[in-house]
Structure formats: structure tokens, C-alpha cells
T-cell receptor, first 117, second 116 residues
Framework: ETGVTQSPTHLIKTRGQQVTLRCSSQSGHNTVSWYQQALGQGPQFIFQYYREEENGRGNFPPRFSGLQFPNYSSELNVNALELDDSALYLC????????????????FGPGTRLTVT | AQKVTQAQTEISVVEKEDVTLDCVYETRDTTYYLFWYKQPPSGELVFLIRRNSFDEQNEISGRYSWNFQKSTSSFNFTITASQVVDSAVYFCALSEAGGYGQNFVFGPGTRLSVLP
């Protein structure tokens, strides 16, 4: 177990709705990344948060947004859901290493399976 | 732009056979990190190894070994004496260095089935 938890496990939404997915990072980890994994594909980087600020973003539209809280938990929000948003959403936490450099070792949660109908 | 290719979509082996999973990457950076992750049916990605671009030494960990060759931009993963519990999807990933906001790029994955 990595100590990273995500909720809910599964979720079904209708096209056009909004959804919030939650992640609780491993204790002390100050960096969280979110990934989208479509069926049969590798995870795709959505964005990363470091100390509550967005710190990098992949090729996803602005309707994908996030928050990171002081207790290092985080949220992924998706507005105006589309059918193609159906996927497994993974969060991964990591810890700042020596001299402020990232350790690059990410610990993944079990994911939230989102189905958009 | 960075890219990771895993040409083998699916592999089936019989228990105790050795199996090698291929990974080829593309990057313009001279400093980068390569990873292998295992994703069992439960869905959680399990970290297996990280290798930086300056360390071409091969690594062995139990039944697992990794062969990093910069000359061919490959980072192959071998499982010796495979077991049924090794059945999973394996992902190779690349991260270019440069501080925070690193953009991890995963390959499409190789589904390994180990038959009893």
C-alpha cells in the first residue's frame, strides 16, 4: 500500500454535469499530480500541484481544474463532462527531496473510475 | 517532445519462463528519468524502478532486471522465472528533469499474462 487514498472508487455522471474527485496524499508529501487513464492506454498527465499552487499542466482544457489543501489533500474538478472524460483518474503524491528538488518517486492511489453517460 | 513506445501490446508466457518487456523512448533533454510501473487488476500503479540518464548501470532486484542503453534509447525490463502473480500491465515512463512541474509521459503499456 502506498498510503494514497482516493474517493469515490466509482462514479457515474451524465454529460454536461460537473464532478469532484478527491485524493489524500501520503503523509508529508507536498506534491500531488493527477492523471487520466483511458481504457487500454497509459496514464496521461493532467496537472501537478506543489504547496497549493498549480505547478505544471498537460494537454487538458481549462474545464479540468484542481485544488490542493494545506493538509496535502487535493481535488480534481471537471466541468461540463463529455463522454470522452470516462476514464480512471489517478492521483500520485511525491515528496520534495534535498535542496528543493523533486524526488521523482511518485506514489499512486487506486484511482477513481468515472463513467460519463 | 518526449515519447515512450512499448511495441508489445500483450505477451503470454508459461510460468517459470523468462520474459523481456521492451521500452524505447525519445527525448531532447540530456537529463531525464526513466521508470517502470506495474498495474495489477486492482488498478493501483506500483513503482518498480527509477533510473536517471547518467546512470547506465544495469540493475537487478530479485527476479527483476533492467537494461538501460542510451545508444539505442531503450530501457528494457526482464522478469526471470515468471510467476502467475506477475500478471499485470507494465508501463514504462519518462520524465524530463528541470525542477517542478515535471511532465511524466507513460507508454501505452504491455499486458503480461503468466499462465500456470
Amino acid at each position: 500500500e502506498t498510503g494514497v487514498t482516493q474517493s469515490p472508487t466509482h462514479l457515474i455522471k451524465t454529460r454536461g454535469q460537473q464532478v469532484t474527485l478527491r485524493c489524500s496524499s501520503q503523509s508529508g508529501h507536498n506534491t500531488v499530480s493527477w492523471y487520466q487513464q483511458a481504457l487500454g492506454q497509459g496514464p496521461q498527465f493532467i496537472f501537478q500541484y506543489y504547496r497549493e499552487e498549480e505547478n505544471g499542466r498537460g494537454n487538458f482544457p481549462p474545464r479540468f481544474s484542481g485544488l490542493q489543501f494545506p493538509n496535502y489533500s487535493s481535488e480534481l474538478n471537471v466541468n461540463a463532462l463529455e463522454l470522452d472524460d470516462s476514464a480512471l483518474y489517478l492521483c500520485a503524491s511525491s515528496l520534495e527531496g534535498l535542496a528543493g528538488q523533486p524526488t521523482y518517486e511518485q506514489y499512486f492511489g487506486p484511482g477513481t473510475r468515472l463513467t460519463v453517460t | 517532445a518526449q515519447k515512450v513506445t512499448q511495441a508489445q501490446t500483450e505477451i503470454s508466457v508459461v510460468e517459470k519462463e523468462d520474459v523481456t518487456l521492451d521500452c524505447v523512448y525519445e527525448t531532447r533533454d540530456t537529463t531525464y528519468y526513466l521508470f517502470w510501473y506495474k498495474q495489477p487488476p486492482s488498478g493501483e500503479l506500483v513503482f518498480l524502478i527509477r533510473r536517471n540518464s547518467f546512470d547506465e548501470q544495469n540493475e537487478i532486484s530479485g527476479r527483476y532486471s533492467w537494461n538501460f542503453q542510451k545508444s539505442t534509447s531503450s530501457f528494457n525490463f526482464t522478469i526471470t522465472a515468471s510467476q502467475v502473480v506477475d500478471s499485470a500491465v507494465y508501463f514504462c515512463a519518462l520524465s524530463e528533469a528541470g525542477g517542478y512541474g515535471q511532465n511524466f509521459v507513460f507508454g501505452p503499456g504491455t499486458r503480461l499474462s503468466v499462465l500456470p
